[in-house]
């Protein structure tokens, strides 16, 4: 469970304070698929780094699982965002020295699990990419590097993903099959997601949808026309 009280973001621009989230109440329950929406610098982007804790709020709570994450030490943090949340990129965000493989490794090392190279073939394998491992990133196509972020953010069995725009980099193809099997990820774990997407027709698939313009909630269309 995702439960957002009252969080806002203020950055400093230029010496002057300006508000890019504006207090803003959520609840996400435990399974939920949520498409956030919105256009280009509408606060989407900051929202899920909120989320994922690798940004503070200027006020307000973030609850994962009932647990403050503004108030957990740096440590706390990055323990609790390696067990519980998947982040996947619009631009994939894979090491580039270390191969597919070392890159799925990474955050079972981190976690130290010890069936970790197992885990990471298995992983590979359920993104299509059974035969890559091997590769570095630059040897992989877009598609295939976000299916490699993908296996990375599931590494762990994290109970929430978040994806930020996790087709915008791919074209329309290869974003579909992307977009498929991150869905087809989340059915079979029951994982809870915040997807921010253009996709209307996506979105639509969601179970609820949140629409940002200028750091504020507005009512999606689809919601609107219902
Ligand atoms: P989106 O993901 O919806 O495109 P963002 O969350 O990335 O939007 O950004 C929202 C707005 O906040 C944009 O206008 C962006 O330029 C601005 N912004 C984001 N981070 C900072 C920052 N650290 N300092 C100043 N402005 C920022
Ligand atoms: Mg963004």
Redesign the pocket.
Known sequence: MIELRGVS?T???GGRP?T??HPLDLTIASGQFLAVL????????????LVAGLDAPTSGEILIDDVNIAKLSEDALAKLRGEKIGFVFQLFHLVPSLTAFENILIPMEIAGRRDAAARAKRLLDEVGLADRGHHYPSQLSGGEQQRVAIARAMANDPPIILA??PTGNLDSTTGRLVMELLLQVRRTRQTTMML?THDVDLAALADSRLM?RD?RPVKPLLEATR
Do not use: W
Request: hydrophobic share 35%.
């Open positions: 973001k950055v400093d621009s300006l890019i989230l919105g256009p280009s610098g509408s606060g989407k982007s900051t929202l899920l780094g930020d725009e921010v940002l750091g």
